[in-house]
């Protein structure tokens, strides 16, 4: 047994560039993100906030079945798409549709597997980006393996896995972790803390004092970040990403930040959590407090953000539109792709189907 690395440990408190007033606060190890990347972490996180109202809308208007949104998490969502380089990966959930977008998919794209169409609207290997997971934290073990096999090839792929607090309850999770530390493997853990699993708080979900406190048990350093602090989160995520490309191993990241609104719109988080508990999160929104900064700074101006703001209404427009058109699915498709030898029980549920297509194309 060796005495353990306290270097693993997180700090007490979560590491912060820029505070909820937009004020710089400089720390001894993280230094401030470059303007021009400030700019950039801005720029996108108004399209991500306008993505999340759009797609909001869109379920209301029955466009889409379901939306997990990130509003309040759009700086982790963005830094997350930052931090990686071109042909590294990023294993996203069902909630991280606005950093899929961030790394270059088109947003209606994104939205096939929101919208029930398909398992998945673009081609992964074209972005680096995994399909979105919707099982909790099995995409960690996918994103590990993924990572060990390049590693294996001698590629330089940095692997980023995100999931939620929930998530980190799941025995996948915990095999994940111990897999890549054991293994040195190129990955970034990277947990979106917002506090709640659905109805149930981070309090029922760990007894730990953090979830980055989990680290050090696996040997890898934890890290505690502002989850809504774009700057800090680009810090640290890029610390974490060149630690895994230079061969050094994992890093669990956490991001603290705050689901602003309920799980889906399929739950109502008025049953379980006070509305004063969410209004004093407004103040410590992503996006003013960087804007805030960058207007302090004179990093921008009327004519950046006008431009900003014309951009993501041209997202949210295409948005509209291609959400708006039917699509021709064929429900027979439901069955491909699943059995090379379909067994009997499926053979008669597409028999079924298959009946009723015919009738009722017979009728029409
Ligand atoms: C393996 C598994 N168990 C249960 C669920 C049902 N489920 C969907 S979302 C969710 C809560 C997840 O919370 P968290 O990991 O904190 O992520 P968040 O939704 O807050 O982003 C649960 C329990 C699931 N999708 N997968």
């Given at each position: 047994m060796s005495t353990p690395d306290t270097?693993l440990?997180?700090?007490?408190?979560?590491?912060?560039?820029?505070?909820?007033?937009?004020?710089?606060?400089?720390?001894?190890?993280?230094?401030?993100?470059?303007?021009?990347?400030?700019?950039?972490?801005?720029?996108?996180?108004?399209?991500?906030?306008?993505?999340?109202?759009?797609?909001?809308?869109?379920?209301?208007?029955?466009?889409?079945?379901?939306?997990?949104?990130?509003?309040?998490?759009?700086?982790?969502?963005?830094?997350?798409?930052?931090?990686?380089?071109?042909?590294?990966?990023?294993?996203?959930?069902?909630?991280?549709?606005?950093?899929?977008?961030?790394?270059?998919?088109?947003?209606?794209?994104?939205?096939?597997?929101?919208?029930?169409?398909?398992?998945?609207?673009?081609?992964?290997?074209?972005?680096?980006?995994?399909?979105?997971?919707?099982?909790?934290?099995?995409?960690?073990?996918?994103?590990?393996?993924?990572?060990?096999?390049?590693?294996?090839?001698?590629?330089?792929?940095?692997?980023?896995?995100?999931?939620?607090?929930?998530?980190?309850?799941?025995?996948?999770?915990?095999?994940?972790?111990?897999?890549?530390a054991v293994?040195?493997?190129?990955?970034?853990?990277?947990?979106?803390?917002?506090?709640?699993?659905?109805?149930?708080?981070?309090?029922?979900?760990?007894?730990?004092?953090?979830?980055?406190?989990?680290?050090i048990g696996y040997g890898?350093?934890?890290?505690?970040?502002?989850?809504?602090?774009?700057?800090?989160?680009?810090?640290?995520?890029?610390?974490?990403?060149?630690?895994?490309?230079?061969?050094?191993?994992?890093?669990?990241?956490?991001?603290?930040?705050?689901?602003?609104?309920?799980?889906?719109?399929?739950?109502?988080?008025?049953?379980?959590?006070?509305?004063?508990?969410?209004?004093?999160?407004?103040?410590?929104?992503?996006?003013?407090?960087?804007?805030?900064?960058?207007?302090?700074?004179?990093?921008?101006?009327?004519?950046?953000?006008?431009?900003?703001?014309?951009?993501?209404?041209?997202?949210?427009?295409?948005?509209?539109?291609?959400?708006?058109?039917?699509?021709?699915?064929?429900?027979?498709?439901?069955?491909?792709?699943?059995?090379?030898?379909?067994?009997?029980?499926?053979?008669?549920?597409?028999?079924?189907?298959?009946?009723?297509?015919?009738?009722?194309?017979?009728?029409?």
């Amino acid at each position: 047994m060796s005495t353990p690395d306290t270097s693993l440990l997180p700090r007490d408190t979560p590491v912060q560039l820029i505070d909820e007033h937009g004020t710089a606060t400089p720390d001894p190890d993280y230094a401030l993100p470059s303007a021009e990347r400030l700019q950039q972490a801005y720029a996108s996180l108004v399209n991500g906030r306008r993505i999340n109202d759009q797609c909001n809308a869109l379920v209301r208007q029955g466009r889409l079945a379901v939306y997990p949104s990130s509003n309040g998490q759009e700086a982790c969502q963005v830094a997350a798409a930052l931090a990686l380089a071109e042909g590294d990966w990023l294993f996203p959930t069902y909630r991280d549709s606005v950093s899929v977008i961030a790394r270059g998919v088109a947003p209606e794209d994104a939205m096939v597997l929101l919208r029930g169409d398909w398992h998945s609207g673009y081609n992964p290997h074209a972005f680096g980006v995994a399909p979105q997971s919707t099982p909790l934290a099995t995409q960690l073990l996918h994103a590990v393996g993924f990572a060990h096999a390049a590693m294996l090839r001698g590629e330089p792929t940095v692997v980023l896995a995100m999931c939620g607090d929930g998530a980190t309850s799941e025995g996948d999770f915990h095999e994940a972790m111990n897999f890549a530390a054991v293994f040195k493997l190129p990955v970034v853990f990277f947990v979106q803390n917002n506090e709640f699993a659905i109805s149930v708080p981070l309090s029922r979900q760990t007894a730990a004092p953090s979830l980055a406190h989990k680290a050090i048990g696996y040997g890898m350093p934890g890290r505690r970040v502002d989850g809504n602090d774009v700057a800090a989160l680009l810090a640290v995520l890029q610390e974490a990403v060149d630690r895994g490309r230079r061969g050094d191993g994992p890093t669990l990241v956490e991001a603290h930040t705050y689901r602003m609104l309920a799980h889906t719109n399929a739950d109502d988080d008025t049953r379980y959590r006070e509305r004063d508990e969410v209004q004093a999160w407004v103040a410590r929104d992503p996006l003013s407090r960087v804007r805030t900064y960058l207007r302090a700074e004179e990093l921008l101006d009327d004519a950046a953000e006008a431009a900003m703001t014309e951009e993501a209404e041209g997202i949210a427009a295409e948005l509209r539109a291609a959400m708006n058109a039917d699509p021709e699915l064929d429900p027979q498709e439901l069955f491909a792709h699943v059995f090379a030898e379909r067994p009997a029980s499926l053979e008669a549920q597409w028999e079924l189907l298959h009946d009723e297509i015919e009738r009722t194309e017979a009728g029409a």
